[in-house]
């Protein structure tokens, strides 16, 4: 009881001050929660328990709801068809860096599904501090998609993962397929119910809302998806993400709403997951024969590639947006320990390579907050 008691009294406490600390530091929230993770759990005021590993695995499906969001399907569709061109292109290149890296260093088949990966959660904290610059903007474009692209193989590879290249593998591409497929038609279905009857979305979600019916309904969609993936025995982050996407795209009136998930989210749920995550990665690890090398050699290669991929759009941005866009998709933090833990569960990687992607995610992060923000005060100076 007592070590329970000292367990919530410790996350709570993190989860008030980390952001002092960040503040403090010039850092984000999320690598001081993870560190401070780590150090409380090595001292022994963090430990394993069932409820703690409950909340945390919530708060990550949570993450992936709030990286939907961020997304409009309606823009997504009205996005230039040059523009996907090169999004595309962006897409390919990262994975055909991956591949060659991969079979080159002779790194592992696994290595292929991680060093391409791309989230947007981290990128959407980027826009707080630099508005909505042209960079941005196609980074949260270019970035949703592929997100997208790296949940569907973060699905595909867990199932292959779990049972093996044969049956269930097909299997799970096949419902996944699927899936996608009724998913359009439903999206498409609606899309068309509210260009007839506009006034669905509002009485859905009121704009007079004293009974907070958007959030209820918000959380609706989000356990109605996730136990659609439970029952189709596919990757839950995925039905988590497309839930997010709803909100922005079928509730446009809304425009605040997205803002009070994430407040909710980054301010209870989100951060026990990053805690979480910290309690996994043991300090004395550190001392592991090459593992800081090999954790500078993860994240030196993967915002290289980006950086390199990003300038399919000099055209359009220019070559010093174009850099800051490669960067701002060099944090794939979430989705990277998300897949690093799934492979070593599944012992498709060793603790030490675990170790190594965990402490990358963390290197990444701190790394890229620094060089963009040098890149941007030069671009500044440079246009003044």
């Known amino acids: 009881m007592s070590d329970t008691i000292v367990l919530i009294t410790t996350i709570s406490l993190i989860i008030v001050f980390s952001p002092f600390f960040a503040k403090k530091f010039k850092l984000p929230t999320t690598p001081v929660e993870i560190i401070f993770g780590s150090v409380l759990a090595y001292i022994g005021l963090l430990h394993d328990e069932h409820i703690f590993e409950l909340v945390a695995e919530f708060g990550f499906l949570y993450l992936m709801f709030i990286a939907g969001t961020e997304i409009n399907l309606k823009n997504v569709f009205n996005t230039p068809s040059h523009i996907v061109k090169k999004v595309i292109l962006y897409t390919i290149i990262l994975y055909a860096f991956s591949i060659s890296i991969s079979l080159y260093l002779d790194l592992g088949k696994i290595f292929m599904v991680l060093l391409p990966l791309i989230s947007v959660g981290l990128v959407a904290t980027l826009s707080k501090e630099y508005g909505k610059t042209p960079w941005l903007e196609l980074s949260m474009t270019s970035g949703g998609i592929g997100e997208v692209v790296s949940i569907g193989v973060l699905t595909i590879t867990s199932s292959g993962l779990q049972s093996g ?17 009724f998913m359009f038609v439903l999206f498409r279905v609606i899309s068309i119910l509210t260009w007839w009857f506009p006034t669905i979305s509002t009485i859905l979600m009121p704009h007079e809302d004293r009974a907070e019916q958007d959030i209820r309904l918000s959380m609706g969609i989000l356990f109605i998806l996730v136990a659609s993936m439970l029952y189709l025995e596919l990757e839950l982050a995925f039905g988590a993400f497309l839930a997010g996407i709803f909100i922005p795209t079928f509730f446009p009136h809304k425009e605040d709403l997205p803002h009070k998930l994430e407040s909710f ?18 300090l004395e690890a550190l001392a592991m024969d090459g593992l800081i090398s090999k954790a500078l050699m993860i994240t030196v290669l993967m915002i290289l590639m980006r950086v390199i ?36 569960h599944a012992q498709s990687i060793d603790q030490l390579h675990y170790y190594a992607f965990i402490l990358a995610s963390l290197f990444q992060v701190l790394s890229v907050m620094v060089v963009i923000k040098l890149v941007n005060n030069y671009k500044e100076k440079n246009t003044l």
């Open 165 to 181: 290249i044969g049956m269930g593998l097909f299997k799970t591409v096949l419902a996944l397929t699927l899936f996608l497929i």
């Open 265 to 282: 989210g980054f301010g209870f749920l989100v951060p026990i997951f990053f805690i979480y995550i910290g309690t996994t990665f043991n």
């Open 309 to 344: 991929a990003s300038l399919v759009f000099v055209r359009q941005l220019g070559w010093v947006d174009s850099v800051l866009m490669g960067l701002s998709h060099s944090m794939p933090l979430t989705l990277l320990i998300a897949m690093a833990t799934l492979a070593y």
